[in-house]
């Protein structure tokens, strides 16, 4: 079985005991199956250590008129922060080799050998920047209108 390389051992003293966002360097189209990998941890084995995590990507839901005049859907991703995922934790030796050994994950954002945190302020930042769009006829539609798009949507034209 192939096992990563480990580049450099972090200094993990003096970090606090309390959790904080860290900045993870993804392989390329990583960004979603590293994030959900480490959600999938903080709801089982890690719950106590690994609270959430989030892509760098933004969700645009693209509703149109197809070929037969129905609304249908097209969801895609922008790469606002590409090869980025960030994760709230509290940074361990066990925390830092099982984020490094996640398939996708190239480092962590380190300073001198020693992770660095993201403040919250700046997390919330990013997030605003990363709410999901909704387009219709090149327009940035409101929410009224999405429902009222929804509606209108048929199930086989949902998720293409």
């Not at 606090?16 to 590293?34: C, G, K």
């Not at 940035?140 to 429902?147: F, G, L, R, Y």
């Amino acid at each position: 079985m192939f096992k990563k390389n480990v580049l450099f051992n972090a200094n993990l003293d003096g970090l606090a005991d309390i959790p904080a966002w860290y900045t993870l360097v993804t392989s390329y189209n990583y960004e979603s199956q590293v994030a959900d990998k480490l959600n999938k941890m903080a709801s089982n084995d890690y719950k106590n250590v690994i609270f959430e995590a989030f892509p760098g990507t933004q969700l645009v839901n693209n509703y149109y008129k197809n070929k037969k005049g129905k609304i249908a859907i097209r969801k895609r991703y922008n790469k606002q922060y590409m090869n980025y995922t960030f994760c709230k934790c509290k940074m361990t030796p066990e925390i830092w080799n099982a984020i490094i050994g996640i398939t996708g994950v190239g480092s962590i954002m380190c300073v001198s050998g020693a992770p660095v945190s993201t403040p919250e302020k700046e997390i919330l930042k990013i997030r605003d920047s990363l709410k999901t769009i909704n387009i219709y006829e090149d327009e940035i539609i409101s929410d009224e209108k999405v429902k009222e798009l929804e509606e209108l949507l048929d199930d086989k034209y949902k998720n293409i």
